[in-house]
């Protein structure tokens, strides 16, 4: 299809017509009830899978060994072998990215619970999160490294085909008869698994926090059309048009939200050790324990603004290297954001509790309002109405006596 856009669109008619239409299927599916995501999710994970290790064999097995640039990758790119202090800090750099691409994900682990309310034990989830999301983010990097390691050696003149839909269009380009069905059949259990991906981790989650947001004007469902909007106004193309600003962009996810899931775990685990008074959750007015000022604790901007703002000017030098120059300190720093931001706003989170201690800390409900007590909840709940039912008063002739 001849391109109608401009070197600075970042991507060509086709794909943007592409984007479109995947845009437009995704769509309807947000109508859907949470419980009709298992099954299609189930089924693109199986097709997807199959497909990712067809591409890792086929190129294996073509290539005859894992390819260039695994073997040699400073010839591939051109740069002398890093050591020292500045291979450290690119791993660093490196791990801080891979974070900050599940810094969204596990801040908003609780928005699972629309997911896991599902689920038959109230710790099935666990397993998932502990095990799967490891081993296939592992599995995946690695077919994904080696694949495009023997795309190198295949088609010495194409660029590194990093992106998987580059390496197909490269393997329709050069290949022979059959090719064309090949690459059809392998994007289309992409295109399932990314349309499910899209949906469900994009739109749903996305409508979840906006329907917390303002749950009088916003739904669910409302809340992921707005997302879906919001993604064309992005321009997510930009993000995605060179590999450097796309490792700017998720390392942006780390500088913001490691300072919030800092102060979450600290306040959960550290603070409160894992006892909130439910039903008070759901009081919008100052008879909240967690009401504080106005409905805001005047302790969280805090925290979150100094876990932020050490990696801002390393940040904007990686977003805007043109106009922002900075030293090294400081781009090292940056290359921290997630770590350093977790433990400061956690660490800050920790002292303006100490001294200035929240209301209700330790309490639970006396009834088990949600039905979410295990035993030891109940016995202390026990403990408590017994409490608040016998007090000790004193009578006029200086004994004590018992008041139910």
């Not at 450290?88 to 609780?110: D, E, F, K, T």
């Given at each position: 299809?001849?391109?109608?856009?401009?070197?600075?669109?970042?991507?060509?008619?086709?794909e943007f017509i592409s984007f479109i239409i995947f845009w437009t299927i995704s769509l309807p599916l947000f109508l859907l009830?949470?419980?009709?995501?298992?099954?299609?999710?189930i089924i693109s994970s199986v097709i997807v899978t199959i497909a990712a290790f067809a591409i890792f064999i086929w190129a294996l097995a073509k290539q005859g060994n894992v390819g260039p640039l695994?073997?040699?990758?400073?010839?591939?790119?051109?740069?002398?072998?890093?050591?020292?202090?500045?291979?450290?800090?690119?791993?660093?750099?490196?791990?801080?990215?891979?974070?900050?691409?599940?810094?969204?994900?596990?801040l908003y682990q609780s928005g699972d619970l629309d997911f896991s309310r599902y689920a038959i034990n109230s710790g099935d989830q666990t397993?998932?999160?502990?095990?799967?999301i490891p081993i296939c983010l592992l599995g995946s990097n690695i077919l994904g490294i080696i694949a495009t390691s023997c795309a190198r050696g295949l088609y010495p003149e194409e660029p590194l085909l990093w992106k998987l839909y580059d390496?197909?269009?490269?393997?329709?380009?050069?290949?022979?008869?059959?090719?064309?069905?090949?690459?059809?059949?392998?994007?289309?259990?992409?295109?399932?698994?990314?349309?499910?991906?899209?949906?469900?981790?994009?739109?749903?989650?996305?409508g979840m926090d906006l329907a917390a947001l303002l749950p009088r004007y916003i739904d669910i469902r409302r809340g992921s059309f707005i997302i879906?909007?919001?993604?064309i106004c992005i321009n997510p193309w930009k993000i995605l048009n060179t590999a450097n600003s796309?490792?700017?962009?998720?390392?942006?996810?780390?500088?913001?939200?490691?300072?919030?899931?800092?102060?979450?775990?600290?306040?959960?685990?550290?603070?409160?050790?894992?006892?909130?008074?439910?039903?008070?959750?759901?009081?919008?007015?100052?008879?909240?324990?967690?009401?504080?000022w106005h409905g805001l604790n005047w302790r969280a901007p805090i925290a979150w603004v100094l876990g932020v703002w050490p990696s801002m000017p390393g940040f904007c030098a990686s977003i805007t290297p043109a106009a922002v120059q900075v030293n090294i300190t400081w781009t090292h720093i940056y290359y921290m954001s997630w770590l350093l931001g977790f433990f400061i706003s956690g660490s800050v989170w920790m002292v303006l509790n100490t001294f200035w201690p929240s209301p209700g800390l330790g309490e639970i409900d006396d009834k088990d309002v949600f039905g979410t007590f295990g035993k030891v909840d109940h016995d202390n709940s026990s403990n408590m109405i017994s409490s608040n039912l016998?007090?000790?008063?004193?009578?006029?002739?200086g004994k004590p006596s018992v008041v139910y």
């Amino acid at each position: 299809m001849k391109n109608t856009f401009g070197p600075g669109a970042a991507m060509k008619t086709n794909e943007f017509i592409s984007f479109i239409i995947f845009w437009t299927i995704s769509l309807p599916l947000f109508l859907l009830k949470r419980e009709q995501y298992r099954i299609p999710a189930i089924i693109s994970s199986v097709i997807v899978t199959i497909a990712a290790f067809a591409i890792f064999i086929w190129a294996l097995a073509k290539q005859g060994n894992v390819g260039p640039l695994w073997n040699n990758p400073e010839e591939v790119y051109g740069v002398g072998r890093l050591t020292g202090s500045t291979l450290s800090w690119a791993m660093m750099r490196m791990v801080n990215s891979g974070i900050g691409g599940w810094a969204g994900g596990i801040l908003y682990q609780s928005g699972d619970l629309d997911f896991s309310r599902y689920a038959i034990n109230s710790g099935d989830q666990t397993w998932g999160q502990i095990f799967i999301i490891p081993i296939c983010l592992l599995g995946s990097n690695i077919l994904g490294i080696i694949a495009t390691s023997c795309a190198r050696g295949l088609y010495p003149e194409e660029p590194l085909l990093w992106k998987l839909y580059d390496l197909l269009e490269a393997i329709q380009t050069h290949g022979g008869n059959g090719t064309r069905a090949a690459v059809f059949f392998a994007a289309f259990a992409f295109f399932l698994s990314q349309l499910c991906v899209n949906v469900v981790a994009c739109g749903v989650v996305g409508g979840m926090d906006l329907a917390a947001l303002l749950p009088r004007y916003i739904d669910i469902r409302r809340g992921s059309f707005i997302i879906a909007i919001i993604g064309i106004c992005i321009n997510p193309w930009k993000i995605l048009n060179t590999a450097n600003s796309f490792i700017s962009a998720i390392s942006g996810y780390a500088v913001f939200l490691g300072p919030l899931t800092g102060i979450m775990l600290t306040e959960y685990y550290v603070i409160r050790r894992r006892r909130i008074k439910l039903s008070h959750l759901f009081i919008p007015n100052s008879s909240s324990n967690y009401w504080f000022w106005h409905g805001l604790n005047w302790r969280a901007p805090i925290a979150w603004v100094l876990g932020v703002w050490p990696s801002m000017p390393g940040f904007c030098a990686s977003i805007t290297p043109a106009a922002v120059q900075v030293n090294i300190t400081w781009t090292h720093i940056y290359y921290m954001s997630w770590l350093l931001g977790f433990f400061i706003s956690g660490s800050v989170w920790m002292v303006l509790n100490t001294f200035w201690p929240s209301p209700g800390l330790g309490e639970i409900d006396d009834k088990d309002v949600f039905g979410t007590f295990g035993k030891v909840d109940h016995d202390n709940s026990s403990n408590m109405i017994s409490s608040n039912l016998v007090k000790e008063q004193i009578s006029e002739d200086g004994k004590p006596s018992v008041v139910y």
